[in-house]
């Protein structure tokens, strides 16, 4: 009873973390780069991330690291928070918030692969099933609004978009670990911490040139949701997802990004929600389901 109540705690956080990554596409890029340039926001988002860790470790029992597991933890670092924030304000910036989540949501793909390769974790047909029902949801989705836009405007974001992905899905499956052994916020805190040396060098020379001045209440208000919700809390969420779930089921939520995305776009007068929506959306969620529903009997391999 207990481990079941985790795991729908697990689910829930999962959920939450991705209706505000979801609600992020739109608000990052609505700041960005008039409001912020997209490496001044990651060096501020990176440092803000890593200061509000360290003070949540404060009022939890202290946890004593290993030498060897800090190190693996600045390598995650490279992934989780460097690469990550880096190309996906990047990509985001050159792209459409749409193309993004629609990319974003091919996570699962990897993780699934990654985490059979790297976890030896079941490719049961169960969990194939799934993904199909759930990438045929995006897949809807995409088609009903045109297919992403590969020109040379759009082009570098898409790409920097597609390594994020990739990135984000290898870090799920390697800080699962991590995440088992140690408390969320302390592995948080030194993934932060050793990230946002990078990230701040990176983006120096952008934050070195902000106007500050400049930035309206709603740029303000904007960098405030990225700082504290789209990172802080989102990343938080994601750790106790990863703690409870494998990284197959935990990136399966992603596929809720381009519908989000889409019903956000609605809400703000640019769009229509219609039946490809509605539909796209139970698959989606549909898909979540199958993948999370594992039947002990159900040992069958794909390929064995």
């Known amino acids: 009873m207990f481990k079941s109540g985790f795991k729908t705690r697990a689910h829930l956080s999962l959920l939450i973390a991705n209706i505000i990554y979801g609600v992020n596409y739109s608000v990052a890029k609505s700041i960005m780069p008039d409001q912020i340039k997209p490496l001044a926001l990651v060096a501020i988002r990176s440092i803000s991330a890593a200061a509000l860790f360290w003070l949540a470790s404060l009022f939890l029992p202290k946890e004593k690291v290993s030498k060897k597991d800090i190190l693996f933890l600045a390598f995650c670092s490279l992934f989780g928070v460097v690469t990550n924030q880096v190309l996906f304000l990047v990509g985001l910036n050159y792209t459409s918030p749409v193309n993004s989540s629609i990319i974003v949501s091919t996570n699962p793909i990897f993780a699934f692969i990654l985490a059979a390769l790297i976890l030896k974790e079941n490719i049961t047909y169960l969990k194939g099933i799934g993904l199909a029902i759930g990438l045929t949801g995006v897949l809807i989705l995409i088609l009903e609004n045109g297919t992403p836009d590969i020109s040379s405007r ?16 290898f870090y799920t499956v390697i800080i699962k670990r991590m995440l088992e052994k140690y408390h969320p916020v302390t592995v948080m805190k030194w993934t932060f911490f050793f990230g946002m040396f990078i990230t701040f060098s990176i983006g120096f020379p952008n934050l070195s040139s902000t106007d500050w001045s400049a930035i309206t209440l709603n740029g303000w208000l904007g960098i405030g949701f990225v700082l504290v919700f789209a990172t802080f809390v989102g990343y938080l969420l994601i750790a106790f997802g990863l703690r409870r779930l494998s990284p197959t089921i935990v990136s399966t939520y992603t596929y809720l990004n381009p519908v989000i995305a889409a019903y956000l776009a609605t809400l703000m007068g640019q769009d229509r929600i219609d039946i490809h929506m509605i539909l796209s959306a139970i698959l989606i969620f549909a898909g979540v389901f199958v993948v999370s529903w594992q039947k002990k009997s159900d040992q069958t391999k794909i390929g064995s």
């Open 154 to 169: 759009t082009f570098l974001g898409d790409i920097s978009t597609l390594v994020n992905t990739i990135s984000w899905a």
